[in-house]
Nanobody, 118 residues
Framework: VQLVESGGGLVQPGGALRLSCAASGMIFKNYMMGWYRQAPGKQRELVAT???????AYADSGKGRFTISRDNARNTVYLQMNSLKPEDTAVYYCNAKNIIIRPPPNYWGQGTQVTVSS
């Protein structure tokens, strides 16, 4: 299983970024997909998840600003981030958690840096 994130970068406060995570080596529809982030000196935290049927859930930090989505035909999950704030600065990680197998295999991407600064 491989998860490859892209789309990070430097953006000014109030700006937007769209992160992508391309998955391979897996049956994509059998995985709950999610985005997590880790800021310097802090623990990794959940940002959002999306089920195979497209049901999304968000941490309070991103509600109303972030939108997670997935394209099962392209084996890709996205995170659209709007109205970015300096506190959104972090490395963003893609996560895949199997919903069929117990205990569920859990995979991570290598991360993509998002920096919000003027």
């Amino acid at each position: 299983v491989q998860l490859v994130e892209s789309g990070g970068g430097l953006v000014q406060p109030g700006g937007a970024l769209r992160l992508s995570c391309a998955a391979s080596g897996m049956i994509f529809k059998n995985y709950m997909m999610g985005w997590y982030r880790q800021a310097p000196g802090k623990q990794r935290e959940l940002v959002a998840t999306v089920s195979s049927s497209g049901n999304a859930a968000y941490a309070d930090s991103g509600k109303g600003r972030f939108t997670i989505s997935r394209d099962n035909a392209r084996n890709t999950v996205y995170l659209q981030m709007n109205s970015l704030k300096p506190e959104d600065t972090a490395v963003y990680y893609c996560n895949a958690k199997n919903i069929i197998i117990r205990p569920p295999p859990n995979y991570w991407g290598q991360g993509t840096q998002v920096t919000v600064s003027s």
